[in-house]
């Protein structure tokens, strides 16, 4: 059974913490891997992944993915108050079908 | 930028109605998802649709069946609501074929009393 499995389920940090989120996975026919932000509402895209060993940046934002270890992490640096939110990642199958995994809960406090 | 649109934000049903939850996209995305999130479980798959008039069930879409009519409108049906239908219901859209970025809607929070 396809599973995506996301820790630590929450994580508490103070302003200007960096933060490191962890996704690994078992997709069938693995295509590759995206990350989401959830604040109140709809999930807003991140990242895609699907080279092993290249980093992908946004701002302090940073991802990469192991395809021989099977997991991929996100790296916050210099945490803001604004980076409070849900971080979900997910495996696609195939091209069309998107795992998701349970999410890490990221709280940042001034 | 990509929007996809859900009717309703809240929605109260009974035990026993039926639900329809709407969702409308316009960047001409042949595929359409619905998922519902609830907590400690993530989001998960009940209905997906590659083009209009078809249709393949996800992981979990007992109790719920869904209608493409048209490309850019995907709609989700509770034939008889239940209280463990009480969810997050997500809609949300891509372009086929090249594990494409899934861009969600704002959600529809259903409970079922």
């Not at chain 1, 996704?23 to 992944?49: D, G, H, I």
């Not at chain 2, 719920?64 to 034939?79: A, G, H």
């Amino acid at each position: 059974e396809d599973k995506v499995v996301q820790s630590p389920l929450s994580l508490v940090v103070h302003e200007g913490d960096t933060v490191t989120l962890n996704c690994s996975y078992e997709v069938t026919n693995f295509r590759s891997l995206l990350w989401y932000k959830q604040e109140k509402k709809a999930p807003t895209f991140l990242f895609m992944l699907t080279s092993s060993g290249i980093e992908k940046k946004s701002g302090r934002l940073s991802s990469i993915l192991d395809k021989k270890e099977l997991f991929s992490i996100l790296n916050i640096t210099a945490t803001q108050t604004g980076d409070s939110a849900v971080y979900l990642c997910a495996g696609y199958r195939d091209t069309d079908k998107l795992i998701f995994g349970t999410g890490t809960r990221l709280q940042v406090f001034p | 930028d990509v929007k996809v649109t859900q009717s309703s934000r809240y929605l109260v049903k009974r035990t026993g109605e039926k639900v329809f939850l709407e969702c409308v996209q316009d960047m001409d995305h042949e595929n359409m998802f619905w998922y519902r999130q609830d907590p400690g479980l993530g989001l998960r798959l009940i209905y997906f649709s590659y083009d209009v008039k078809m249709k393949e069930k996800g992981d979990i879409p007992e109790g719920y069946s869904v209608s493409r009519e048209k490309k850019e409108r995907f709609s989700l049906i509770l034939e008889s609501a239940s209280t463990n239908q009480t969810s997050m219901y997500l809609c949300a859209s891509a372009r086929a074929g090249r594990s494409s970025p899934l861009h969600f809607g704002n959600g529809t929070r259903l409970t079922v009393t």
